[in-house]
């Protein structure tokens, strides 16, 4: 049995629950879009004069952009697998199409007009999230298909260029900076995908309500997080992050903290990355109980379960 501490009656649960939030950081979760956007932008070494190549080049992309976008859906209509995937064995119901088709045109036409800012980021992630089932029939796309598809865009850019431009220096530079800028896309692409897979990945359903400025930044109610047997309260927070990466600035403080790893993984055995915490005031709630003083973040989670972020 607990016993009782102070005038106030606190429990030693309570107590170490509280102490635990206090102490308590998420570390290790993936860079927020507009970071893994600038982080892959350095990484690749994107700059101004691989926007110039493109831009000297541009003109035929930008006469031809419907056309692209029209091979690549005839191309996916062929496909037998990515037809079975689409729901399109018979034909293709004309109105998802359509939907499909401005989807790709609005994202080339961000493409073709150089849009590198952290807003196109969220865009992208966003796109990744649609593959993995949260878009049109919530069809999930097999991660290679993804892939796949910025190889069948790149393929349209080179097809076209190569067919109007004589092949010089100037041509290869552009096309040089084409791959980087759709290699950056990539890596966005699929974080938004792998966060929305994590968060559908398990046997428990657990609701999350989101309340206040919280929710008008989330721009729903609830977030139904799966999780599998065994997860606490910590696992369910980690997977809404991944997959709301624009709450964390509303909830969480973050801090540079120091880490190790395993030197057997063939990483940095010493790391500095983002650790994160609860901001001043917020309260987590499990099942309308306050986790600052029933459990904390390890408390076990199950099926059904609720928790509420105010």
Known sequence: MSTM???RGTTDGQAASRAGWETWQLTELRLEPDEEWQ???EFVRFGEDDVQAITRMIEPIVKRQHEIVEEI?????RDHEMALILGWENRPDAEALGERRRSLTLWLSRTIGLDLGDDFAY???DIGQRYAGFGPGEVRVPERYVVGMMSLIYAGFLEVLVSELTVNES??????????LLNMQTAIVLAGYHSACELTDGNNAVRVSLLGAIRETAGTREVTVHVPDGSCVETVLRRLFEFRPQLRGHVLNWQWVEGNRDVETRTPTLVVQKGYMLQEGRRVLLNGRDLATHGGPTAAVKDGDEI???
């Open 73 to 77: 859906y005839d191309h996916l209509q």
């Open 39 to 41: 982080r892959m932008r």
């Open 123 to 125: 865009y992208l992630f």
């Open 308 to 310: 509420g972020i105010y």
């Open 171 to 180: 041509l290869c530079r552009a096309l040089l900076a084409w791959n980087k």
């Open 5 to 7: 501490t102070g005038s």
